[in-house]
Nanobody
């Protein structure tokens, strides 16, 4: 079992920055990959970023590449999403997720993630 709790969401103007955090508990944090997804009203949940168990490999959706950075601190059982140059289209509920599977390639599919947080709202005003 893994429990995930996101924090750090809020209201920001376009061009601004936010840093999301996701605190994990339960299974050994350094043993699994983590991802961030987001879901806007009326839309499907979409992949944002992923980081390997060690933090050595990261993977981003094209829509956020160059603006968002995913990182993790295994000593603190926490994964982060630094979001810069935010745009109104980044407005969504952001979820962190844990992938306990063993994979040869990074996954951007919601079905490959085993545990999810409750989400944190990010609103970007124009």
């Amino acid at each position: 079992q893994v429990q995930l709790v996101e924090s750090g969401g809020g209201l920001v103007q376009a061009g601004g920055s936010l840093r999301l955090s996701c605190a994990a508990s339960g299974r050994t944090f350094s043993s699994y990959a983590m991802g961030w997804f987001r879901q806007a009203p009326g839309k499907e949940r979409e992949f944002v970023a992923r980081i390997s168990w060690s933090g050595g490999n990261t993977y981003y959706a094209d829509s956020v590449k160059g603006r968002f950075t995913i990182s993790r601190d295994n000593a603190k059982n926490t994964v982060y999403l630094q979001m810069n140059s935010l745009k109104p289209e980044d407005t969504a509920t952001y979820y962190c997720a844990a992938d306990l599977g063993v994979r040869w390639t990074a996954s951007d599919k919601t079905g490959d993630y085993d545990y999810w947080g409750q989400g944190t709202q990010v609103t970007v005003s124009s």
